[in-house]
């Protein structure tokens, strides 16, 4: 982080996170991230709806080979996650979605 960081410094990230509004303006709205610690960087991300991570993964022409698969909460949250540049800046997507786990059958239920 620099601490001389001016607004003109973040120039790139809030260019492409303007872009990214007129663009993709229909798509579902994401929680977005801006940095000083990283200036260029615009992060996207999508809580308790992987939907919504593929709808903007698959608009931005993302290839689904990229995306990382991951889980925390002990297991019970599913994270999705892929960058890409967009517009001269990093461009960060992460997804949380709830694991779904199957019910199991009462012992002695037939």
Same mark, same amino acid.
């Not at 929680?31 to 709806?49: A, G, K, N, Y």
């Given at each position: 982080? $620099?601490?001389?960081? !001016?607004?003109?410094?973040?120039?790139?990230?809030? +260019?492409?996170?303007?872009?990214?509004?007129?663009? *993709?303006? %229909?798509?579902?709205?994401?929680?977005?991230?801006?940095? !000083? #610690? *990283?200036?260029? %960087?615009? @992060?996207?991300? *999508? %809580? $308790?709806?992987? $939907?919504? *991570?593929?709808?903007? +993964?698959?608009?931005?022409? #993302?290839?689904?080979? !990229?995306? /990382?698969? /991951?889980? @925390?909460?002990? /297991? @019970? !949250? +599913?994270?999705?996650?892929?960058?890409?540049?967009?517009? =001269?800046?990093?461009?960060?997507?992460?997804?949380?979605?709830?694991? %779904?786990?199957?019910?199991?059958?009462?012992? =002695?239920?037939?």
């Amino acid at each position: 982080m $620099s601490e001389n960081l !001016t607004l003109d410094g973040m120039a790139v990230a809030l +260019r492409a996170l303007r872009l990214l509004a007129v663009d *993709f303006g %229909h798509l579902p709205a994401p929680h977005v991230d801006l940095s !000083t #610690i *990283f200036p260029d %960087h615009v @992060q996207l991300h *999508f %809580h $308790s709806d992987l $939907s919504a *991570f593929e709808a903007w +993964r698959d608009a931005l022409g #993302i290839d689904p080979d !990229t995306v /990382g698969y /991951g889980e @925390q909460s002990a /297991g @019970q !949250t +599913r994270v999705l996650t892929t960058s890409a540049d967009f517009a =001269g800046a990093v461009l960060e997507l992460t997804g949380y979605g709830d694991v %779904h786990v199957p019910a199991v059958a009462e012992a =002695g239920a037939a």
